[in-house]
């Protein structure tokens, strides 16, 4: 059993189920540096990021004719208006993008990809996503989660041969893990594959649903559950990655989900009934299917982060445009204070963006870092940001912000498409891990290095003497360890960075609050102990922490690569400043509510509310007959009669540190 089930006795048997599924399917060790990780130990290593890592020249050049090659397409053949509209992405740019390789970007050239490194990879699929999130969805989700990358990480060589030429081609893949009762925690699968007597086939039963591209796809990576193993006397459940085919008998396609945007993505409900799927198309190995989502996602996630900066991108031109074309109060609205402040945050938290996600892209293509951190951080930490941005940009455009792009268009006016950019990006908090689980997330993995030394210490299963070695050694290590973060404070204030320029002194700040956040995990394994998992809330303040320290030093590291630039880069320093600024604002304010917050008081209230406590607030709604849903416990007397129909309270979620972050 993992060192991370600390607190089993206080655990019900799916919560226990739960984790253990998570911590079996967590990549055990560290086989190469995690610069957040560091951080989270009081490690900036900033030599990771002075200088900054850049494509080569040839890399560059190649991405450059890719990209150009690619804009030049995508202006001429797709209305995203239109696609939008319709929810349909024509066959001719289907067609179109299969014949500028663009469905093999990633592949090998050996298997007919275009082998693109992780950066232009990232930059193809911004230049898409600004243009049409729809399409971009399609080609990632194809791509960086559907069958290509998981065969490319772990795919026999029958399976590269026989698959990735037609993937690359054109053949759309997609990847289908969720179920209506599986979300964000996967040891709740009930698809399951059973195998023959022969051992020869699995037979897949179950439904899958939300599939991106599931309506069209020719091949699919399903996930099933195998039977169980025994093991130290526990069975333990085990999901199995399958490729599945489209013309397997018994696949259905059940149903096309509509959503609030990404109109074009073709999105279903599937069903497998009796799907025979022969043992050669298991990925890796029976039991490795959970392992392998993660891992895939890995660099896979590091797609989304690129596809909201795209976004990112249209928006600041559209408040830079609008900002001094629209003149209200005998200002353009961008220099009014508040629409000034929009503009310059966007900017900063747009360069941001770029920083950690071409760093965490450039590790990918060196392969020496583990950037399981990195990517996860990028994927919360841009997701967020561009809903933020799409919300600005449509304020300071008033009421045009809202008006659609083909409204605008009929009228005459410029069709900046900016509620279909907020439409489109609000997925991208809960797609591939929803921000919530990527915070457990990041905060399992920030703790593992503490978990290995302590947690002996505090396993209830291990012998008293055992856990007295380990307290030991915990001792040691912790003896040294800890004094030397508040040293490591001290030492911050020293003059250090200083061809960094203006920027120095945030990275010494920067340096001061590594220090100051592994003290801080520190003082919450101490004090919380095994019950740390419960305050996620805590987590994910530290987590916050960590991630402004890491886009505070990819930010300045990217800046000090175009600084003395003049001519291309003229304020990239001030650009930099404002976001470090903003991210120091932030840094302090989550180390103040680490001990000054409203969560007890939360828990309290959502308790009551919970509990039909707070039901004398919902009243005089109307509430349509497909709302019903089966009453809980009884209707307060002082909201009758209306309300005898009201919708009951929902249950509610486990909270654990999962590593569910598919
Ligand atoms: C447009 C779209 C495309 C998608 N594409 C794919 C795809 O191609 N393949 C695929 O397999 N899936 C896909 N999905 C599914 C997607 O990955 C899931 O929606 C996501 O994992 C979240 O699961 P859920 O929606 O069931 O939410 P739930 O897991 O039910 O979560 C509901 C809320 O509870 C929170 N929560 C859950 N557990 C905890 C916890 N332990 N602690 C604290 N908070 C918690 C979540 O953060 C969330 O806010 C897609 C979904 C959409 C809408």
Known sequence: MSTAILNEKNMNREELESLEVAEDS??????????VGDIFMGKLRMKEVLPYPEPSDEERKIGDAYIAKMERFLRENLDADQVDETGEIPTHVMKGLADL???????????????LSQVNYNRTLALVSGHCASTVAMLSAHQSIGVPQPLMLFGTEEQKKKYLPRLAKGAVSAFALTEPEVGSDPARMSTTATPTADGNHFIINGTKLWCTNGAIADILVVMAQTPPIMKNGREKKQITAFIVEKGMPGFEILHRCRFLGLNGVQNALMKFTDVKVPKENVIWGVGKGLRLALITLNAGRLSLPAGCIGGARQSLRVVREWGNERVQWGSPVGQHEVGAQKIASIAANLFAMEAITWLAGAWVDGKKHDIRLEAAIAKVFCSEKTQRIAEDTLQLRGGRGYERASSLRARGEKPFPVERFLRDGRINLIVEGTSEILRLFI?????DKHLKIGGPVMNTRLSVGKRIGAAIQAAGFYATWYPAQWLGSLLGYLPMYGELGPLAKHIRYAKRASHKVARAIFHAMILNGPKLEKRQLTLSRLVEIASDIFAMAATCGRAKARMGKPGEFGNVTDIADLFCQEARVRIE?????????TDSAERRVAKQILSDQGRWLETEMVVMPDNRLPMLGTVPSSVAPAVSSMPAASGSSNGKVASAAV
């Open 443 to 447: 905060a399992r993995e920030a703790l």
């Open 26 to 35: 967590r990549e055990q060790d560290w086989l190469a540096p995690s610069f």
């Open 589 to 597: 304010a989550n180390f103040h509510a680490l001990h000054h917050n």
């Open 101 to 115: 390789g663009a469905f093999g970007m990633k592949i090998p050239k050996e298997y007919g990809g275009l082998g």
